[in-house]
């Protein structure tokens, strides 16, 4: 090539460099990312992440599919648009009982399917049973366990009874950990306390039914279904195998679960344990209804849209797999009058820059969390369509507490104390540093415990203890030669801001500890596989984000053991959330939980590092849509506002109405 | 001609099976499921999922189902991941669209090389040549990936012209973007491979003795150099198709289309073994295909290739 076309190349790449620059510092004046020229028609268009796994609301568990659905579904509450807090849908009014281990639900009566068929409780009682029925394979059925019989049917076990006098075996004969049974003892009808006192005329005269009686007989004793692991539970409780010996084992069904359609519109549910947090728990897609006709007619081909009813405030209009889902007004729906919406198009995309692209021309109204990618903060943050609220997820460090040398508590610590959070935390921008592990802010008078605060020198100090002393070298900087540096390395999957993460966690152990810790990334799924199996050593990248708003949400990824990722299980922590759940009183039961968290970090089995922030935007026109902390919409106060002196300049107001 | 066409198909069937094998082999030994999350299911809500999809039966059971599903009813089955959707019903509804994307840049890619290359090579060293050549240079060097974002800031980011992404129909605006960067590597690779093609036909003796015949440049030129100068560019265009036609993974992506491509890579991501493997079969039939049609093609065009 010759010195004029080399020339010619340059001035021909630089063109292409100045048209970028321009229209990047052109942008930075606006006081929005990008067009904001409402759409023509009462049309929402969302980017919902993914594509959706499956439109029945039992089988995904995840938020893509929440969101969608949301308008497709309803269940007995909603979640509160800003709060999150459930508020009433299906169910009109509940009344839980004195201890809240068993909740009443009042139907509206004008609750419609979206081919006209009335809403019944029998229809709830069908979907909760299908959601916990094995073959249906329920990725949220796990959800669901806090009903009555709800887990030993999901895995298929079987109940113990005596051929002779038709008696079952009770559970607390046989296992002292069962926790004290709060229906056994408390009387059938128990709501005298609760916020709705007055009596159930409509059910008055009618007699107790035999199945609520049961209800409240002390918890039976449950086995394994197979044979394999039957003989498993029973050789390891020889007082167990005695009892056992020629009893008959019945399964488990569908019908012996705690949940009860009283008449068609008083729905009953039983619980195993005390739940006050269980109605908070019941806008989770897993408790949406699903119509038994169809589901029965078209098995999985339900969801097809020539197939589909719904119950939402939206019905499926057109569905193009990896291109648009399509929902409509459903004037079936009980309240239509406040759908404002005339349709939403959910694009089901994935690819952050893609997404963004196509807000910024104006042809998405919203987006989902965490799409603004790390590099375009800087730009989008300062818009007032960038949606920055609290939101419920964490980021941690999970420690594989298994082998040494970070079986060793003192050693674990001194990995926490030398992260500077406050510093990453400024640096990241959007997120808030965290030394527990529930998110900073979230749950309204939850005494959420403190853990240790940034402190290399006592990290330094402990490491040294625990037989892997730092040095001290001349020029200031620090090193640990005894420390075995190749049994820890840092795993993440592969993403860009993971990688910030892990780059800087290796920093700071650097830094403060004088220990280089290997990084290691890897495929999604890849990671998930090794990071569950415990096949890493040292540390792996965490993240949660609620399924409910209550602090359990998280503090119940320890509550189980081996599934956690770091191999940490401890029964008195188990023993702890037990208690604390048995509390009627919420702030009694609150205080036990943090008590709990407490003894959770103080055992550190993982890092925390920060409450993450949502970080999305959506066009000023779009009302009705709050950045709440689980990122779920409820989709019928959505509306497109013509008039440009009622946008929302800046997130919107977040206080409860 | 008709005999090697029937051994050429024999040898087809083979070759998909072992596809078939390597593919559903090394989905086996990829670590993760399709099922796994942030936090791990309960062990009994695994085992459902494995059961319902009989994960857990062993593998030479696993093997044969879905061997003999595919061979005795050209059924792939049923995704894993997209609960209720068959396979077949995916490619069906995404090879359009990826076919579309394809040929129009197949299209215009080889409209827009041979045109080039053609000129290039008739006048050779000037301007024209030249400048065909950096550009096609450029088109070969600058990847997919960083061409299309460029294309997306200037024409949808900054001009407000075109839409930046996601499929719009046929034909619609939103093909525009995506075409052009598909096109844009192969186009230079025809434009190279015309004006070598070309550069040596145009020196051989047929074409010497075509014009002392007295035949004007333009018959020439299209009668007789076209015909031997683009030999190289069929053997290179027949593969080049299939790969256009069964999705191109980046463009896909990039520009958000549902097509083939699109998914491949979620399949491969999601570790949804009945739709990688049904994907990647279709794409080895129609690379197998487009090959046999170049060999015909071949004997068409050369008088002296015979099989």
Known sequence: MSKQKQIGMLLLLASFALVAISCSVASNKEPFFGKTVPPERNIFRYVTGDEPESLDPAISNGQPEARIYMALYDGLVEYHPKTMEPEPALAERWKPNNDSSEFKFYLRRNGRWSNGDPITANDFVYSFRRALTKETASRNAYLAYYIKYAQPFNEQKVFVRDPQTGQFLNAKDFDETTPAEPLAGSPLDSTANAEYSEPDVHLEGRPESEFHKQMHTPLRLTLPGDAKGRTKALDANPKLKAAVAGKEFVPIKAEDIGVEAIDDYTLRISLVQPGPFFVGLLAHQVFRIVPRKVVEKYGSAWTQPQHIVTCGPFKVKTWQPYDKLVVERDPMYWDAATVKLDEIHFYPMSDNPTIMNLYKVGEVDAVLNHTVPNAWLEVVRVKQDYMDGSEAAINYVLINTTQPPMNDVRVRKAFNYSIDKEAWAKWRKIVKPLTAFTPSGIFKDYPQPQGDQFNPEEGRRLLGEAGFPVIKKPDGSYSCPKFPVDQVEYIYNTQESNKAMAEWMQAQWKQNLGITVNLRNMEWRTFLNVRAKLEYKGFSRGAWGADYMDPFTFLSLFYTGGENGTGWVDPKYVAMLDEANRMLDPKKRYELLAKAEKFLIDAQPMIPIDTAATNWVKKPYVKGMYPNAGSLFPWKYVYIERDPAKWDYGVPDMTAD | ?307
């Open chain 2, 1 to 307: 001609m008709l005999r090697f066409i029937l051994r050429r198909l024999l040898v087809t069937i083979p070759t998909i099976l072992v596809v078939i094998t390597i593919t559903w082999g090394l989905i086996k030994l990829a670590p993760g499921n399709f099922y796994s999350g942030e936090k791990r299911l309960p062990p009994a809500i695994e085992k459902a999922i494995r059961d319902k999809y009989g994960l857990d039966r062993p593998w030479y059971e696993q093997y044969g189902k879905m061997l003999w599903s595919i061979v005795r009813h050209g059924d792939f089955g049923t995704s894993l991941k997209y609960e209720g959707q068959s396979v077949n019903g995916i490619i069906r509804r995404s090879l359009p669209v990826s076919a579309a994307v394809g040929i129009l840049a197949y299209l215009l890619a080889l409209i827009v090389g041979i045109t080039a290359g053609s000129i290039a090579a008739l006048k050779q060293n000037s301007r024209w040549d030249y400048g065909s050549m950096t550009l096609a240079m450029l088109g070969i060097s600058l990847p997919n990936f960083v061409l299309g974002p460029i294309l997306v800031l200037i024409f949808s980011l900054s001009l407000y012209w075109l839409p930046p992404s996601r499929w719009g129909g046929f034909p619609s605006r939103n093909l525009i973007l995506p075409v052009i960067t598909l096109s844009a590597i192969y186009m230079a690779y025809i434009a190279r491979l015309a004006r070598a093609g070309m550069l040596e036909v145009l020196r051989s003796d047929y074409i010497r003795t075509a014009r002392a015949k007295g035949l004007s440049e333009k018959d020439v030129v299209i009668k007789h150099a076209l015909r031997g100068g683009l030999m190289p560019v069929i053997s290179y265009t027949g593969p080049a198709l299939a790969f256009l036609l069964t999705g191109t993974v980046v463009v896909e992506r990039i520009f958000a289309l549902p097509g083939l491509g699109n998914y491949f890579i979620q399949a491969s991501l999601n570790r949804d073994e009945p739709l990688l493997i049904g994907i990647v079969a279709f794409i080895a039939i129609t690379l197998l295909l487009m090959n046999l049609l170049v060999d015909i093609a071949y004997a068409y065009l050369d008088p002296r290739v015979r099989y």
